[in-house]
């Protein structure tokens, strides 16, 4: 397994930030599903799943999860 790029780094950060890694993975996900059966985009399914899985290795080594706290709003 290799390390990502700077570049890389920056865009899960970014993504991170703004709250959307989690729905961008999902995406990705289901796309690569979706061409499961098309045999020609298997390169390019098996290259982003090697992207995908460097990325979540990365996040497992330099950041935590953790549950949103619930907001409790007050009825006025």
Same mark, same amino acid.
């Not at 599903?33 to 499961?36: E, N, S, V």
């Not at 399914?45 to 992207?51: D, G, H, P, Q, S």
């Given at each position: 397994m290799k390390n990502i790029s700077k570049v890389r780094q920056r865009g899960l950060e970014f993504h991170i930030e703004i709250n959307d890694y989690f729905g961008t993975l999902a995406t990705v996900i289901d796309l690569v !599903?979706?061409? /499961?059966g098309i045999r020609r985009y298997a390169e390019r399914? &098996? &290259?982003? /799943?090697? !992207?995908m899985r460097d990325d979540l290795m990365y996040l497992q080594a330099h950041y935590g999860i953790e549950k949103k706290k619930r907001s409790r709003r007050r009825s006025v």
């Open positions: !599903r979706q061409d /499961l399914n &098996e &290259e982003v /799943l090697i !992207r």
